[in-house]
Nanobody, 126 residues
Framework: QVQLAESGGGLVQPGDSLRLSCSISGRIYPSYTLGWFRQAPGKEREFVAA????????HYADSVKGRFTIIKDNDKNTLNLQMNSLTPDDTAVYYC???????????????????WGQGTQVTVSS
């Protein structure tokens, strides 16, 4: 079974950078789509970024485009999220996710993903 585990969260100041990592265990096929989501208190889970191995092709939420970069490290079997120019609005629990539903046209929906990590807290505060 596929298992995901996030790490790298923490407390940073506005403008800082942070790199999240998601370890991947189990069988992941090249066609699996991998993504990052986040959820702040009182809000629904929000799409952050996703990468499709075929291409590869990446997707970003408008709120993070230009600041975040999703990276698949095949050598280390990890999914990373490089976050730059962080703001308090980025404060949330960040989750990595994977889906084998490669034919689904919208990879921004949480319901599309089959596997989830437990999340890592990112707090951006001065």
């Amino acid at each position: 079974q596929v298992q995901l585990a996030e790490s790298g969260g923490g407390l940073v100041q506005p403008g800082d950078s942070l790199r999240l990592s998601c370890s991947i265990s189990g069988r992941i096929y090249p066609s699996y789509t991998l993504g990052w989501f986040r959820q702040a208190p009182g809000k629904e889970r929000e799409f952050v970024a996703a990468i499709e191995e075929i291409g590869p092709r990446s997707h970003y939420a408008d709120s993070v485009k230009g600041r975040f970069t999703i990276i698949k490290d095949n050598d280390k079997n990890t999914l990373n999220l490089q976050m730059n120019s962080l703001t308090p609005d980025d404060t949330a629990v960040y989750y990595c996710a994977a889906t084998a539903r490669t034919l689904h046209p919208n990879k921004r929906l949480p319901s599309v993903y089959d596997y989830w990590g437990q999340g890592t807290q990112v707090t951006v505060s001065s």
